[in-house]
């Protein structure tokens, strides 16, 4: 099993596993066709061996009849009971006695008249013998004397076993004596055995002691052993295979019973076998040659098969092949088939159109990609564009409006400081303030018109920087704090404002009374003080606005390079 998995063609392994198949099936048919084979012979050997025991059995009571006819004509004729009565052997004997003679030729030799009950009146094979009691072992005759009827059976004799025909010779209603005839079981009976049914037998008999073989066939001792006899002489039949000069036989061993049933002796029945054997021989060689054709056929079938599948098979296998390369435009052998081939071959086929679907829809699915990589590329570059375009308005305005406060810033810075000298001046010209009030109330004008205009420009500034916030979260931080310092300026404008406003109030009342000029320009220097400091804070947070504004710049222009660049 292990050397046929090794095996990587289809098509040995389908020869192997066919012809293993095959001469494992005709291996087991050929063991059950012998063992049926001889189970039948010796079944029909036994059945023959069965008939034939039987057969030499009913030619015992066949000779039983025979003898049984003879004794009935010697008991018939009317001299033979006329001299029975005179007590005349010599009368008898001469009227049997040819008679006799030609019996015993024919394998009849014994004739007897026994008086009852069974007392040796006359014997034609033995004259002188007579006088003698045979009761102790002729039981036919004592049967026959006391029932006045005819009996045939087998018996044993002084000096063998016979089949004996007895009838009685009735006078007057009793038996006065009986005509006994009887056909030994010697060799001629054996012959004749032999050559009326076509088989050796041996005829056994057994004193109590040991068994005596009365007649054979075959030669001076028989094949059955002395235990076999036995078991037949207790009534049982046994068969066996045996051999009888060198040639193979078959042993049928079995009882033979007298008239009333008892065993007297054994009969041995020896058939020869060899046709049988020489049968089996047969039927043995022609199952192996038989085996052997059916192996070979069975072998060519499978390479026949195996050839017309593994064609295909290799076709279809060079065709995945060359599908696996990328090889889409082969044609696939096979689908016209209406087997499983012909299912794989279809199967083979839809790969093929799955693998051109595929292709096909990885081939759109690039295009789509490049496709939708440049759109990205070009909604990335649009997108920067537009960023920059509105990023750098947004800053442009940013660094003009720092630009702006700036020039605010040293406007107030100017006007504070112009102020300041004219506030010493009208201290240190107190006297001539009446004098100098419209002049100052001039100067408190333009720093009034000043201050509304270090104001408008702050409210552009915080538009401006609105405007900045809304437009870049990302750098919601700077602008804030740009928001921050412009609010910051804002509340510092508007307290300038204020204290200007209070400079031009008080201006207007010097005009009105100098009384508390002394004072009001005392307060006026003091304005003047602050609105420096908050026109030099508005400096600096211009400034700080101004490099916001360059670091804005740079972080956009840095900014709308990385995107581009990833684009």
Do not use: W
Request: hydrophobic content about 45%.
């Amino acid at each position: 099993m292990i050397s046929l998995l090794k095996l990587r063609s289809i098509s040995a392994r389908l020869v192997l596993a066919i012809a293993i198949t095959v001469a494992g099936a005709c291996a087991l048919l050929a063991v059950f066709s012998i063992t049926e084979q001889q189970a039948l012979t010796r079944l029909a050997l036994d059945q023959q061996l069965k008939q034939q025991y039987e057969r030499v059995i009913a030619a015992f009571d066949y000779e039983g009849r025979t003898a049984l006819a003879v004794s009935t004509v010697f008991a018939r004729l009317a001299p033979v009971e006329e001299a029975i009565v005179k007590d005349d052997r010599d009368s008898i004997l001469r009227l049997l006695g040819p008679a006799h003679e030609a019996l015993k030729e024919l394998g009849i030799p014994l004739t007897t008249i026994a008086l009852p009950p069974a007392v040796g009146f006359l014997r034609l094979h033995a004259p002188k013998a007579f006088g003698d009691d045979m009761s102790p072992r002729r039981k036919t005759i004592t049967t026959a004397n006391e029932s006045g009827k005819p009996i045939a059976g087998v018996e044993p004799g002084r000096d063998n076993i016979s089949v004996f025909g007895v009838i009685p010779i009735v006078r007057n209603g009793k038996s006065v004596a009986a005509v006994d005839v009887g056909i030994s079981f010697g060799k001629p009976f054996a012959d004749r055995i032999k050559q009326r049914f076509g088989i050796d037998i041996a005829i056994h008999s057994f004193d109590g002691k040991a068994f005596g073989m009365l007649a054979s066939s075959f030669g001076e001792t028989g094949i059955a052993t002395s235990e076999e006899l036995k078991s037949a002489f207790g009534g049982a039949t046994l068969r066996r295979d045996a051999a009888l000069g060198g040639r193979p036989a078959a042993l049928y061993v079995g009882p033979i019973k007298n008239f009333a049933g008892q065993p007297v002796a054994v009969l041995e029945i020896v058939a020869d076998t060899t046709a049988y054997a020489a049968a089996a021989t047969t039927a043995r060689r022609d199952l192996m040659l038989g085996t052997v054709v059916i192996l070979l056929i069975a072998i060519l079938v499978a390479i026949f098969i195996g050839r017309s599948m593994s064609r295909p098979l290799t076709a279809i296998t060079a065709t995945m092949n060359r599908l696996s390369g990328g090889d889409t435009d082969i044609a696939i052998p096979g689908r016209e088939r209406r087997d499983e081939l012909g299912t794989m071959a279809l199967a083979v086929d839809v790969f093929r159109q799955n693998m051109i679907e595929t292709r096909q829809m990885r081939d759109a699915q690039e295009i789509m990609k490049h496709q939708s990589e440049v759109e990205k590329i070009e909604a990335l570059r649009i997108m920067a564009d537009r960023f920059e375009s509105d990023i750098k308005s947004v800053v442009h305005a940013v660094s003009q409006a720092a630009e702006e406060m700036q020039r605010s810033a040293g406007a107030i810075t100017a006007s504070a400081g112009d102020t300041s000298q004219r506030t010493l001046a009208a201290a240190a010209a107190s006297d001539e303030a009446s004098a100098s009030v419209e002049t100052v109330a001039a100067a408190a004008e333009e720093l009034a018109a000043s201050i509304e205009e270090i104001d408008a420009q702050v409210s552009a500034i915080q538009s401006a920087t609105d405007d900045c916030v809304a437009a870049i979260g990302a750098i919601s931080t700077t602008i804030g704090e740009i928001s921050q310092i412009a609010t910051t300026i804002a509340a510092a404008v508007e307290e300038q404002g204020a204290a200007t406003r209070e400079i031009a109030r008080n201006v207007q009342q010097a005009a009105i009374g100098t009384t508390d000029v002394s004072s009001n320009i005392a307060g006026a220097s003091q304005a003047a003080e602050q609105s420096s400091g908050l026109a030099d804070r508005v400096l600096a947070s211009a400034g700080e606005l101004s490099r916001h504004s360059s670091a804005l710049f740079e972080r956009v222009d840095s900014f709308l390079a990385g995107l581009r660049q990833a684009a």
